[in-house]
C-alpha cells in the first residue's frame, strides 16, 4: 500500500469517485450504504452481534455513516495507511463511534481476537497480490473465534468495472482480483467456511430489477464481488 499515493489524493476523493462511478447513475453514498446492508444481513445470518468491527482501509469514513446506522451498538475501528484520509474522515463524522489507526508495517496495531467483523470494500486491489495472505493472516489474528470477515472487491470479469478502474486516477497501480484466487488465499491464511457472492448487475436505469440479484450472485457477472469467511 502506497500511503504517499492516497495522501495525495485524500481531499478530491469523493469527487473522483463519483466521476469515476458517473456511469452507474448512483453516488458514492449509494455503493457505501449496499456494501454495509450485505454486511448486516450476513451478520443476522451467522448470530453475530457485533460490537467491535474493524473497517480495513477505511479510507475518508464512507462506510462509517452506514455502519452508525445499521450496528449502532458497535464501535469501528477505521484502519488505513493514509494519515490524511483518516483526519478527513475525523471532521466529516466527529460524533461517530470510532477508533481511528494508521496501518504501518505489516501489522494492526490491535489486541488479539478484538474483532467481531472484519470489512474491507475495493482495498485489496492496492495491495501488492504477494502480500494478500499476510494480510489475510494479520486481519484473521485481530478477528475472535467466530467471528467474519467480509470483503468487496471489484470483478475482472465484468468490463465496464475494468474501464473504470483503468481510468480512475486513484486506480492507476490497480492489480485486480479473480473471486477464485480471492478465496484460495483466504483458505490459505487459515480463514474457514468461506463464500463468495456477485453484485451490482444493474445500473441505476434499471433498479427496478435490482431484486433479482438474490437469484444472480453465482454469476460472476456482476460489476462487484463480495467473500465470507469465518474465523474458526
Not at 122 to 145: D, G, K
Not at 190 to 211: D, E, N, T
Amino acid at each position: 500500500m502506497n500511503k504517499a499515493e492516497f495522501d495525495a489524493v485524500a481531499d478530491e476523493y469523493l469527487q473522483l469517485h463519483s466521476r469515476n462511478i458517473s456511469a452507474s447513475g448512483e453516488s458514492p453514498e449509494f455503493f457505501a450504504r449496499y456494501k454495509i446492508e450485505d454486511v448486516a444481513r450476513e451478520a443476522r445470518k451467522r448470530a453475530i452481534d457485533a460490537r467491535e468491527i474493524l473497517d480495513f482501509g477505511s479510507g475518508i469514513g464512507n462506510s462509517l455513516p452506514h455502519f452508525q446506522s445499521l450496528f449502532p451498538q458497535a464501535t469501528v475501528t477505521c484502519a488505513d495507511v493514509s494519515t490524511r484520509s483518516l483526519s478527513i474522515s475525523q471532521k466529516r463524522f466527529p460524533d461517530a463511534k470510532a477508533r481511528y489507526t494508521e496501518v504501518s508495517e505489516s501489522r494492526l496495531p490491535l489486541p488479539d481476537e478484538s474483532i467481531d467483523i472484519s470489512f474491507s470494500a475495493c482495498v485489496f486491489h492496492h495491495i501488492a497480490h504477494s502480500e494478500h495472505v499476510a494480510w489475510l493472516e494479520e486481519i484473521r489474528r485481530v478477528t475472535r473465534p467466530g467471528g467474519m470477515l467480509i470483503v468487496y472487491e471489484h470483478n475482472p470479469l465484468n468490463p465496464l468495472t475494468v474501464s473504470a478502474v483503468r481510468n480512475c486516477a486513484f486506480d492507476q497501480n490497480a492489480r485486480l482480483i479473480h473471486s477464485g484466487a480471492f478465496l484460495r488465499r483466504l483458505r490459505a491464511a487459515g480463514w474457514q467456511r468461506s463464500q463468495r457472492a456477485y453484485r451490482m448487475f444493474f445500473p441505476h436505469a434499471l433498479a427496478f430489477a435490482r431484486p433479482a440479484e438474490r437469484w444472480l450472485r453465482r454469476v460472476p457477472l456482476g460489476a462487484q464481488y463480495f467473500v465470507t469467511a469465518i474465523r474458526d
